[in-house]
């Protein structure tokens, strides 16, 4: 079982009755053990009696790293006793990285198709007709990137990774997908249905969600 979990990154509590006096020194049983939480870098956090018969049975194990505190060994609701103990978890905060994109808040729909028009391209197609395919598409990046990069350039912006969410799959992403499509079809097209279609999609959308989670 140590093998498997030896890999994962996450803190690792083992805790429960393992029928071993870990108490008794002389206890083979307890011995091997004990060797074998040290191989893989494990610790028993119980020191005092679990057991009506005097012996150290339910025991708390975690990687040395890993913060147990507060271990409180209670009354006997059974044979057993019940173990309460602290957990200190940390989630781990992931550095921002840099990413380069367009800032496509800049760009204006008049000016750009303003200069469009006067590049090469629009301000005089006879001269393009002598041109061969691959010339005219390697024009077009040309032009095109070159506009781009005036109207809307690259820029470096810092973005925080967000922490994937483990019901969201592909029946959501199509949930989504309908939405927008919805969405993106009102802004064009402005009609009352287009709006009724588009605040049905999203509340369907929404319900689906909640239903994901609550299954999850």
């Excluded at 109207?151 to 939405?179: G, I, L, N, Q, S």
């Amino acid at each position: 079982m140590f093998e498997p979990l030896s890999v994962y990154s996450c803190p690792v509590v083992i805790c429960g009755d393992f029928n071993v006096h870990v108490d008794d020194a002389g206890c083979a049983d307890a011995v091997r053990l004990a060797d074998l939480l040290q191989s893989f870098g494990y610790v028993q956090h119980v020191t005092t009696t679990t057991h009506t018969a005097g012996h150290t049975l339910d025991l708390v194990i975690a990687r040395t790293d890993t913060d147990i505190s507060d271990i409180d060994v209670g009354g006997f609701i059974s044979d057993h006793a019940l173990v309460r103990f602290t957990i200190r978890v940390r989630r781990p905060i992931e550095a921002p990285q840099p990413v380069s994109c367009r800032a496509w808040k800049r760009y204006e729909k008049g000016v750009f198709a303003c200069d469009l028009a006067a590049s090469q391209l629009c301000s005089n197609i006879e001269q393009l007709c002598d041109k061969s395919a691959d010339d005219l598409a390697v024009l077009y990046r040309n032009v095109m990137t070159e506009l781009l990069e005036k109207h809307c350039p690259v820029v470096t912006v810092c973005r925080r990774p967000r922490p994937a969410t483990p019901c969201f799959d592909a029946e959501c992403r199509d949930a989504r997908r309908k939405a927008r499509k919805a969405e993106r079809r009102i802004r064009r097209k402005r009609t009352d249905a287009d709006k009724q279609v588009w605040a049905d999609k999203l509340k369907g959308m929404r319900e689906f969600y909640k239903a994901k989670r609550s299954s999850f």
